[in-house]
């Protein structure tokens, strides 16, 4: 079941060109992503009304997207603007197909999967230091054959990284040492974890030369949430007992978006203060975090392999470690929104669970 009253990552905003129109399946909906000959980007049904043929097989051109199959053409707003094997006949009103509001910024395509009067672009999450001066950023995208909350649960379970990234990202022998707080927001949630004065993490020895990487360190990991599925994870490093500001750090996307039940769409990216070096040091953080989710995705994986078809962890008597806590708030925050999203709509059709 899915949330579609707020905003979602339909796609990075360099993945969609004017060219070759990009079929995504967005909460079960199958969608076509494209850019007008203007440059503004569009996410329309990708089903033609005519024989249902699939508009991401079409082209882009100065009427909008045309249709592989016999040609009708659909404009930004969803509209047949154009019939060629019936020229100079009126086109069907019934010729459309639905339009989603769709926002560029940040870096990323933001989609609004609800009722479209409902949009409202002033609820898009702020990863401002994707687009801000004095930032450099980039991003990347993963498929993940998992239900979106499991990537969520996994997000904000930062206990995990001393594990699964144990050789990159954490290492198993401080886990014990982690010092956590969970902090509830009018927003959503933030887990924090902390490591203090330890030997820097493998990821950080490769990319930070100081003269203090040579003695222990202070690593923080705060993770913020948004529903339905929207992360930013604050990361960083500084010399043990100092201020953060004495450090460094790095902003992390963290967005998944459901395919179906049980298959997301990842966005991650880095974003860093501007400073000389900053492709490189990127281009570090983008190699080691391909590698991390690598590792993430074989696990997550393997765990809705475990679970068949569901996904529902709340309604299954699993073992709850403190390291939960956020998740668990997650979980039930999106439970009460989305029971309350289908009360409102009285739309069975919108229980779109597996
Ligand atoms: S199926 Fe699209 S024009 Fe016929
Ligand atoms: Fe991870």
């Known amino acids: 079941m899915f949330l579609r009253t707020c905003w979602y ?17 967005l909460l079960g909906d199958r969608v076509v992503l494209f850019r007008t000959l203007d440059g503004e980007a569009v996410a329309l049904e990708d089903r033609c009304p005519h024989r249902y043929a699939p508009l991401s097989a079409g082209k882009v051109g100065e009427n909008g997207i045309s249709c592989g199959y016999h040609g009708m053409s659909f404009d930004r707003h969803g509209v047949c603007v154009a019939n060629p094997t019936q020229p100079g006949e009126r086109i069907s009103p019934r010729a459309q197909v639905r339009a989603y509001p769709l926002v560029e910024r940040h870096g990323v395509l933001w989609i609004w999967m609800g009722e479209a009067s409902q949009a409202d672009p002033s609820r898009i999450p702020a990863y401002t230091y994707y ?94 949430w948004e529903p339905a599925s929207n992360m930013m994870l604050d990361v960083g490093i500084t010399p043990a007992g100092t201020d953060r500001s004495a450090g460094t ?27 000389p070096g900053d492709q490189s040091t990127i ?39 403190k390291g939960d806590r956020a998740a668990l708030h997650a979980r039930r925050t999106l439970r009460k929104l989305i029971a309350a999203q289908n009360e409102t709509q009285g739309d069975a059709s919108l229980a779109l669970t597996a």
């Open 9 to 25: 990552v339909a796609a990075l905003a360099h993945e969609v060109t004017r060219f070759l129109p990009l079929a995504r399946q």
């Open 131 to 224: 687009d801000a001066p004095g930032w450099s950023a980039e991003t990347a995208y993963l498929h993940v054959s998992a239900n979106y909350l499991l990537l969520v649960d996994n997000l904000l379970d930062l206990t995990h990284i001393n594990f699964v990234h144990g050789d990159v990202l954490g290492s198993p022998d401080r886990a014990a040492g982690m010092i956590s707080r969970t902090d509830i927001t009018d927003t959503g949630v933030v887990e924090r974890w902390f490591s203090p004065d330890a030997p820097p993490v493998p990821a950080w020895q490769g990319i930070v030369n100081a003269p203090w990487m040579s003695g222990n360190v202070d690593f923080w990991m705060d993770m913020y």
């Open 249 to 275: 750090g790095i902003m992390n996307m963290d967005c998944v978006t459901p395919e179906t039940a049980t298959s997301t769409h990842y966005f991650y990216g880095t974003a860093l203060k501007a400073s």
């Open 283 to 321: 281009a570090f953080w983008m190699r080691a975090e391909a590698y991390a989710f690598d590792q993430d995705k074989r696990m997550i994986e393997a765990v809705q392999g475990n679970m068949g078809e569901a996904w529902d962890i709340l309604a299954m008597d699993t073992v709850i470690n």
